[in-house]
């Protein structure tokens, strides 16, 4: 029997991109997002690809309409065997320049959204004794950068929720089982929608990764759910390991770098953002997977196939890091 797989923020994306994966897997696709023209188009490549898909129109911050996606899904296709939380919202701006509701907003959508996913998935698990969930999370929720404090504190939420259920699973011996994907700098459409006080237009830090290398991710966790998290991508792993070991002397370095490295010379997107209306809510609005960073993004990520495979890993872990070391070598000559 195909699998079903859940998806929320499937309309754009890293959850576009998984959704297509698991097209082509010839899975049930539960496409769950708010814009019905993006899912619309992400429902006609999964049914080319191979796949069943069946659009559901939600807004993840609201647990009810979380709760009516379970439904339907378990109504067309029978029990979900995966559920991919995906969805978030952010701001753009100094801390002191977002406002409470907006604040909210992306708190709602970000974290609650995934609180709200693994609850109805868990609901329907949990009695089977079988399932995945999996979270995809971010680098940042482990090194938090500016002008992005709502994300960064969503993330790290996530981080902390998750680690918690787990042990509860553990506990219970149970046979259902969340894993977390930590992402780096993806191109995604989001810095094209997203609400933005910036000067400029928001660009991912670099290096960026393409959104299938972050799908690939998602895919390879679900298959294999028993370990905690994931990194994908070189710079997750340097990213957090440069944390751990140094976070002041990071402190200092972002705080010198990370508003420009989140801005391109281009001019800023004008127009509706998405934070509280979906921008591909009408019939041909789609935004695809992709954003305009294809130019600079990375179709594939050497460490995540080198992580695959555990001889290997450790010296994927030991090439990551060593890249990490010539990088604080860096930052301390930056932030001194």
Not at 69 to 87: L, M, Q, R, S, Y
Not at 97 to 109: K, M, S, W
Not at 155 to 180: C, D, M, P, Q, Y
């Amino acid at each position: 029997m195909p699998a079903t797989v859940v998806i929320t923020g499937a309309s754009a994306g890293i959850g576009r991109a998984t959704a297509r994966l698991y097209g082509r897997r010839g899975a049930n696709v539960v496409l769950v997002a708010r814009g019905e023209g993006g899912l619309r188009a992400a429902a006609d490549e999964v049914a080319a690809l191979g796949g069943r898909p069946l659009v559901q129109p939600a807004d993840v911050a609201d647990q009810a309409q979380v709760e009516a996606v379970a439904e339907a899904a378990e109504k067309e296709f029978g029990p979900i065997d995966v559920w991919v939380n995906c969805a978030f919202a952010s701001v753009f701006a100094p801390f002191d320049e977002i406002t409470a509701e907006e604040f909210r907003r992306i708190t709602e959508v970000t974290y609650l959204g995934f609180v709200n996913g693994t609850r109805s998935a868990l609901t329907r698990m949990l009695p089977r004794n079988r399932g995945t969930i999996v979270q995809v999370g971010s680098a940042l929720g482990e090194r938090s950068i500016p002008l992005q404090s709502a994300y960064c504190g969503a993330k790290h939420a996530i981080n902390g929720f998750t680690s918690s259920l787990r042990t509860e699973l553990l506990h219970r011996g149970s046979h259902v089982h969340v894993t977390v994907v930590q992402m780096p700098a993806v191109n995604t459409p989001q810095f094209e929608w997203v609400r933005s006080r910036l000067s400029r237009h928001p660009m991912p830090v670099p290096p960026i990764y393409q959104p299938e290398v972050a799908a690939r991710g998602v895919l390879y966790a679900a298959d294999h759910p028993r370990r905690k998290q994931y990194y994908v991508g070189a710079s997750t792993v340097a990213t957090i390991w440069a944390n751990r070991l140094v976070p002041a002397l990071l402190d200092r370095y972002l705080a010198r770098t990370g508003f420009d490295s989140q801005q391109t010379d281009r001019i800023p997107p004008a127009g509706q953002d998405n934070l509280f209306t979906p921008v591909d809510q009408d019939p041909g609005e789609d935004h695809g997977a992709h954003g305009s960073f294809d130019d600079s993004a990375h179709p594939r990520s050497l460490q995540q196939t080198v992580a695959r495979h555990p001889a290997a890993a450790a010296l994927g872990t030991g090439v990551a890091l060593l890249g990490a070391a010539r990088g604080l070598r860096r930052l301390a000559s930056r932030a001194a």
